[in-house]
C-alpha cells in the first residue's frame, strides 16, 4: 500500500480522459492504503478539469480539497 499517489498528466490539449474515470480513481484508492492521498495536478491551458474532479469525488465518497 502507498500513502501518496501523484498524477500529473493534464497539461497539454490532448488529455488522457482514461485517468479521470470513476474505474480509475477506485483503482487509484485501492492502489492507496487507508490514511493515503491521491495529488491530481489538473490545471490546463484549455479545460477546466476543477468541476470533473469534484464530481468524481464527491460521486465516490472521497474527501477533496
Known amino acids: 500500500m502507498y500513502d501518496l ?3 500529473d498528466a493534464f497539461s ?3 488529455i488522457p480522459v482514461h485517468l479521470l474515470t470513476r474505474e480509475a480513481l ?3 484508492f485501492d492502489l492507496l492504503g487507508p490514511r493515503g492521498i491521491l495529488a491530481l495536478h489538473i490545471s490546463n491551458r484549455y479545460l ?3 468541476p470533473v474532479v469534484a464530481n468524481l469525488a464527491a460521486d465516490g465518497g472521497y474527501a477533496a480539497l
Do not use: F, M, T
Request: glycine letters at 0%; a neutral charge; proline letters at 0%.
Open 5 to 7: 499517489l501523484v498524477l
Open 12 to 14: 497539454s490539449d490532448a
Open 26 to 28: 477506485r483503482l487509484y
Open 48 to 50: 477546466r478539469l476543477e
